[in-house]
């Protein structure tokens, strides 16, 4: 049971040789969502929607990202994922996905990699309702404290 809760999935793309990754959390079906924000530069996605002001219909996923504000391209693969699955609120135009994002600033070098649409995907893919890892995998690869 992920998390501790019957139904939900974490997956979670990493990627070592930069220190970076992302974790997904997908929650099962009728769960509602919350946010706040904090912090001075915070980077973060749908967070409107999913805030305390909002008519908060559902939340279909979560992702937490390295890269700083280029993470947030990840959400767009766990958007992608959910619909290719039904996942989402049904509407006129199809299934409309509500992901919530938001960012860690691991960035150490100029080089570093992006994360992109394809690693939010492929922590979709990974997703498990087991234990998560916990320590240097997904979004904490990169993370330090102090």
Do not use: K, Y
Not at 9 to 16: A, E, F, K, L
């Amino acid at each position: 049971m992920a998390l501790g809760v019957r139904g939900m999935r974490v997956g979670m793309w990493t990627d070592p040789e930069h220190h970076t990754g992302c974790t997904v959390v997908l929650p099962p079906a009728g769960t509602v969502g919350g946010i706040a924000v904090r912090g001075g530069a915070p980077g973060t996605r749908e967070a409107a929607v999913l805030g305390p002001a909002a008519p908060n219909e559902a939340c279909h996923g979560v992702v937490l990202c390295g890269s700083s504000l280029f993470g947030l391209r990840a959400a767009d693969g766990v958007v992608d994922w959910c619909e290719a699955e039904g996942v989402g609120l049904a509407l006129a135009g199809g299934r409309f996905p509500i992901v919530g994002a938001a960012v860690v600033f691991d960035v150490r070098s100029p080089d570093m990699r992006r994360i992109d649409r394809e690693a939010g995907w492929a922590a979709c893919e990974a997703a498990t309702e087991d234990e998560p890892a916990s320590g240097s995998v997904g979004v904490g690869t990169g993370c330090t404290d102090g």
